[in-house]
């Protein structure tokens, strides 16, 4: 049943504004050391985390009136823009070479082995065999296992005096595909992406109309997106501050950023999966997932070249291990279109070693 109205959020927008332009003034009214920074830091990743929710409930307004499967769509990709902002932000205050990468493949450890696996899991246990279609697993899989090992395994190989040419190559090839990508998803192989049935039901049915309250929520998106943009700022300014030194693990920042930039899907797959609309979590992990990749990484390299920085990234071993495990298993575990509980806590204990090596630094 479509929402009427659409939800309520321009508060949530003009507190983050308001604690922004605070935030941002209090290091000239007041001393600032590193246990400020961090506090600062951490007020300004809340603050943005809730903006994300509040997006959150806009994005699924919007999907619910533009219908399948532009509705997951718009989702993964205000994901990415939020998770490239950030990124773009935080390479512009720091020295690292490697957060981009690092935070990419938080996003690929969340989305898959921590999304996925906790909604199959949830589904699991309340329906026993929850059902999508089978062709969206395979499609985004094969998928994200190209554009992965192009962009993210292959550079990691690559000598470092042909750093330019290959990303040239990657901006290119990485645009082409998710055209195409996006071309078949709305178009001949929109079925795969939507349960068999609901597809047949849609047939010849278009997109909602435009209407004003649709407009609103895009307008507001757009306004939230900006803003994050501007808490981002702050943010990776006082969060390298109160991080150097500290002995935390560098990655914890690109973390930072992939929990941030994943907020809103985990609400959005967790209800959907308490509904037993498991097509919608597949739609939303996996196509995150693709799109971080086949877009981030686009973004980051032309960054390189343009201020003729080079970035990493190319995986390390540990994240190129990792990596082939979360996929070899999700390859198995999506193959049948049904899913479980057990299938869900093999990518969830992914995840948590994930975490146990991001811990020790690694």
Avoid at 88 to 97: A, F, N, P
Avoid at 161 to 168: G, Q
């Amino acid at each position: 049943m479509l929402t009427e109205k659409p939800p309520a959020g321009l508060l949530s927008l003009i507190i983050s504004i308001v604690a922004y332009l605070a935030l941002a003034q209090a290091d000239k009214v007041m001393h600032i050391g590193q246990p400020e920074s961090l506090t600062i830091s951490i007020l300004f990743v809340l603050l943005i985390i809730n903006l994300a929710f509040q997006l959150s409930f806009q994005v699924e307004y919007v999907a619910e009136r533009l219908k399948e499967p532009y509705g997951t769509m718009i989702l993964t990709i205000s994901a990415v823009i939020i998770e490239v902002v950030i990124i773009v932000m935080m390479l512009s205050h720091t020295s690292s070479t490697t957060l981009a990468r690092d935070a990419i493949y938080s996003a690929v450890m969340l989305d898959i082995n921590g999304i996925l696996g906790l909604c199959a899991i949830v589904g699991g246990i309340k329906y026993g065999e929850v059902e999508y279609n089978v062709n969206s697993g395979n499609t985004y899989i094969v998928m994200i296992m190209t554009a992965l090992g192009i962009s993210m395994a292959l550079p990691a190989f690559l000598p470092p005096e042909h750093w330019r040419l290959y990303s040239m190559f990657t901006i290119v090839t990485m645009s082409v595909f998710y055209a195409l990508f996006l071309k078949m998803q709305t178009g001949r192989h929109r079925n795969y992406f939507s349960y068999r049935d609901q597809h047949q039901a849609q047939t010849g049915q278009s997109a909602g109309a435009m209407s004003a309250d649709v407009r609103f929520s895009i307008l507001y998106m757009l306004a939230g997106i900006i803003t994050i943009g501007f808490l981002s700022e702050e943010m990776s300014m006082h969060m390298d501050a109160g991080l150097t030194g500290s002995g935390v693990p560098p990655i914890v920042a690109a973390i930072v950023v992939a929990i941030i930039a994943a907020s809103p899907e985990v609400l959005t797959a967790l209800k959907a999966a308490v509904n037993d609309r498991m097509q919608t979590v597949v739609n939303i992990s996996l196509g995150a997932t693709l799109s971080t990749v086949i877009l981030t990484v686009p973004v980051i390299e032309a960054i390189a070249l343009i201020e003729d920085r080079p970035l990493i990234v190319g995986l390390s071993p540990t994240q190129m291990v990792m990596t082939f495990l979360t996929l070899i298993v999700a390859t198995i575990n999506l193959h049948d279109g049904e899913t479980n509980a057990i299938e869900g806590m093999t990518h969830f204990v992914l995840f948590m070693a994930f975490a146990m090596l991001a811990a020790l630094g690694m």
